[in-house]
C-alpha cells in the first residue's frame, strides 16, 4: 500500500496491510539531546531510526504543497521591545505583547519549533473599535498573497499523487484566542458574547472562503481543525459554551470538507478532552488527536464508548516514554493492542516529543511500535 | 443584612461585579464588620464557585467573573480589613518555576487562594529556587505553591524543595505543586506536602494543609 491509501484505510477503520508507524515528533531541545545521545549529525531522525531498527524506509516523494495562507496578511511587526531578567518581551507576528526566555527569538512563536513557554502581556483585540481597525481587516480572502500565483498549477500536480495531502486549520477558539487571548475571550464570551458571535461569524465565513477554492480544486486526505480548547481535567469552555460559539463552525466545515470528497476531519486539542468528543462527533469531525494522558485522558475508555465514530493519532503517555523500560512497555501495551483491534488508530507520543525521552528508550519505544503495527 | 450577605454570596457566584461591589457598600454602611463581609460574602461566594467548578458546571470563563467580582468587592474591604486587625488565613507564596513562563494555570489557583482568604504573594514566571526563598522569608509565608508546564521543566519542583531543605526552611513552609505534567506520584517523591489536580482543589488543599476548616 502507498501512504496515502494505508493512512486512509487506518483512519477510516479499513484494511491497511500495515499502522502507519508515526512514534512522535521531536523538537529543537529534543533533537540537539538526542545528538548527544547516539543520534549522528546531519542525517534525519526518522531515517536514522529506519535504519536502526532495520525497517526499510522509502524515501518520501517531493511533496508540492499548495502554498494557501490561513494567516494574518499582512502580519504585524515582530520586535523586542524588552530584554530584561533572561526574557524577551517582544510583539509577535500576531500582534500580541509576549514574554519569552532569551534562549529563543520572536521566531520560535512563529511555529512550534520547541517547547517555547510564554507570558502573553496584552492582545491585539481589547475590544470592537481594536477588532476593526487592527485585525479584521488583514483577514481578506481575496488579498493576492493568500493563494500563490501558480496554484492552479500545483492543484493538478495533485490530483495523481499517492502521498498524504493535509491541510491545518486555526478553529474559531483557537483564533479568537490568539486576537483577544485566553483570558480576554473568556471574559468576553461573559461580557459580550455578541462581540464573541461576531469574530466566530467572521471566522467561519474566512475559513469557508479560503477553502474553498482548494476543495474546489483538489481532494484532500486530512483536515486538522486546530483549537487546544482544554487543559488538565478540563475543558476550557462549558460544553453549553462550545455548542453555542463553535459547533457551528466545526459543522458547517466539516459538510464542506466532506462533501469535497476529504474523508478525514480532525481535531487537535491539548488537555482533557472527554466533555468534548461527543460534541465533535456531533460536528461530523471522525478523528483526534493528541488525548494526553496526564491530562486524565482515558483513549482506551473512550474507544469503548464511542466506538468507529473517532479515530485517534496519538495517544501513549510521554512521561512514560520518558521512564522507558517496564514502564514504556506496560503504557504502549495498555493502549496499543486495544485500540489497533478495531483499527482507527495511529499510535504515538502524545504530544510533541520532548527531550526527557532518550534517543535509546526513544528507538526501544519505536521499535515495539513497529512490532504491534506490522513493521517488524 | 443577613439576606444582603447572602445576596452579596450570590453576586460573586454569578460574576456579577457591580451588584458585589454596591452589596459590599451597603453592608459597610450598615456597620457589618468588614470580617463577617468577607466571610459571609466573598468568601463563601468563591467556596461555592469552587464547587461548582468541581462537579463541572463552571469553567474558566465562569470563574473569571466571579474572582473579577470577588477582587473588586475586596479592593473596597482590604483597608478596613487591615485597621481592624483582620489577618489573612495564611500567606502563600506561587509561582512557575525556573524556565517555565506559563502562568495561566497559576493565575486560576491564586484567585481562587485570595478568594478563599489567603494573602497571595504572586512570584510570576520562571521562579528560580532563590528568589522563592527570599519571598517566604520576607513575606513569612507558611504556604509555598509552584506550578509546571512540561515534563522538562517540573523538575525544578525537586530543585526548589532541595534548596529549601539546604536554608533549613523546609518545615517553615507546606508545599503543594501542579500543573499539566505533576501529579500524587510526583509531589511524593520529590517530597511535597501536596498536589492538586486543579485551582479550586488547590485552594482546599492549602486550606487542609495548614489545619483551616474547609
Known amino acids: ?376 | 443584612m443577613e439576606g444582603t450577605l447572602k445576596n452579596l454570596k450570590q453576586a460573586i457566584i454569578e460574576g456579577n461585579r457591580n451588584n458585589a461591589v454596591d452589596l459590599t457598600n451597603q453592608l459597610l454602611e450598615a456597620k457589618v464588620s468588614p470580617k463577617e463581609i468577607l466571610d459571609d460574602g466573598l468568601i463563601a461566594g468563591m467556596s461555592a464557585v469552587g464547587e461548582l467548578f468541581k462537579k463541572g458546571e463552571y469553567f474558566v470563563p465562569e470563574m473569571l467573573i466571579a474572582a473579577r467580582a470577588m477582587k473588586s468587592a475586596l479592593e473596597l474591604l482590604r483597608p478596613l480589613l487591615v485597621d481592624t486587625g483582620v489577618e489573612p488565613i495564611g500567606t502563600v507564596v506561587i509561582g512557575t518555576v525556573r524556565g517555565d513562563l506559563h502562568d495561566i494555570g497559576k493565575n486560576l489557583t491564586a484567585m481562587f487562594l485570595e478568594g478563599a482568604g489567603f494573602r497571595v504573594v504572586d512570584m510570576g514566571v520562571d521562579v528560580s529556587a532563590d528568589k522563592f526563598i527570599a519571598a517566604i522569608k520576607e513575606n513569612k509565608a507558611n504556604l509555598l505553591g509552584m506550578s509546571a508546564l512540561l515534563t522538562t521543566t517540573m523538575t525544578y519542583t525537586s530543585e526548589v524543595i532541595k534548596a529549601l531543605e539546604a536554608e533549613n526552611m523546609r518545615k517553615q513552609v507546606k508545599i503543594i505543586v501542579g500543573g499539566a505534567p505533576i501529579t500524587q506520584e510526583w509531589a511524593n517523591q520529590i517530597g511535597a506536602d501536596g498536589f492538586a489536580l486543579d485551582a479550586a482543589s488547590a485552594a482546599d488543599k492549602c486550606k487542609e494543609l495548614i489545619g483551616v476548616a474547609a
Open chain 1, 1 to 376: 500500500m502507498r501512504e496515502r491509501e494505508r493512512l486512509r484505510e487506518t483512519l477510516l477503520f479499513g484494511q491497511p496491510d500495515k499502522v502507519p508507524l508515526q512514534p512522535g515528533h521531536p523538537r529543537e531541545s529534543t533533537l540537539a539531546t538526542w545528538h548527544q545521545q547516539g543520534l549522528p549529525e546531519g542525517v534525519h531522525w526518522y531515517v536514522y531510526l529506519m535504519e536502526v531498527l532495520d525497517i526499510p524506509f522509502e524515501p518520501p516523494p517531493p511533496r508540492v504543497d499548495m502554498g494557501v495562507s490561513f494567516k494574518m496578511i499582512p502580519t504585524f511587526e515582530e520586535k523586542v521591545l524588552e530584554h530584561r531578567d533572561g526574557h524577551y518581551i517582544v510583539q509577535d507576528w500576531m500582534g500580541a505583547i509576549t514574554e519569552i526566555s532569551d534562549r529563543y527569538d520572536y521566531t520560535y512563536i512563529r511555529a512550534a519549533k520547541d517547547f517555547v513557554t510564554r507570558k502573553w502581556h496584552r492582545f491585539p483585540v481589547q475590544n470592537r473599535q481594536d477588532w476593526e481597525e487592527k485585525i479584521k481587516w488583514r483577514y481578506d480572502p481575496g488579498h493576492p498573497e493568500r493563494f500563490p500565483d501558480d496554484f492552479a498549477q500545483r492543484c493538478r500536480a495533485l490530483r495523481d499523487r499517492d502521498y498524504v495531502l493535509s491541510l491545518t486549520v486555526n478553529g474559531p477558539f483557537w483564533q479568537l484566542r490568539e486576537w483577544c487571548g485566553f483570558e480576554g475571550l473568556c471574559l468576553l464570551l461573559m461580557d459580550d458574547p455578541d462581540f464573541v458571535q461576531e469574530m466566530v461569524d467572521f471566522w467561519t465565513d474566512f475559513g469557508l472562503q479560503t477553502l474553498e477554492p482548494i476543495l474546489d480544486q483538489v481532494e484532500l486526505d486530512y483536515v486538522q481543525i486546530s483549537e487546544d480548547m482544554a487543559y488538565k481535567a478540563h475543558s476550557m469552555i462549558s460544553p453549553a459554551m462550545t455548542r453555542r460559539f463553535l459547533l457551528p463552525t466545526w459543522k458547517q466545515w466539516t459538510a464542506a470538507i466532506k462533501a469535497s470528497g476529504c474523508p478525514i476531519v480532525s481535531m487537535d486539542s491539548d488537555g482533557y478532552t472527554a466533555e468534548l468528543l461527543p460534541i465533535w462527533i456531533e460536528a461530523g469531525l471522525n478523528c483526534c488527536f493528541p488525548t494526553e494522558v496526564a491530562a486524565g485522558n482515558d483513549i482506551v475508555a473512550y474507544r469503548r464508548q464511542y466506538g468507529r465514530q473517532m479515530a485517534y493519532l496519538g495517544g501513549l503517555d510521554k512521561r512514560a516514554l520518558a521512564a522507558g523500560g517496564e514502564t514504556m512497555r506496560a503504557e504502549v501495551m495498555r493502549v496499543v493492542p486495544p485500540l489497533l483491534e478495531e483499527g482507527g488508530f495511529i499510535p504515538g507520543c502524545d504530544h510533541g516529543v520532548p527531550p526527557d525521552i532518550s534517543w535509546p528508550n526513544f528507538v526501544d519505544y519505536t521499535r515495539l511500535l513497529a512490532q504491534l503495527t506490522g513493521w517488524l
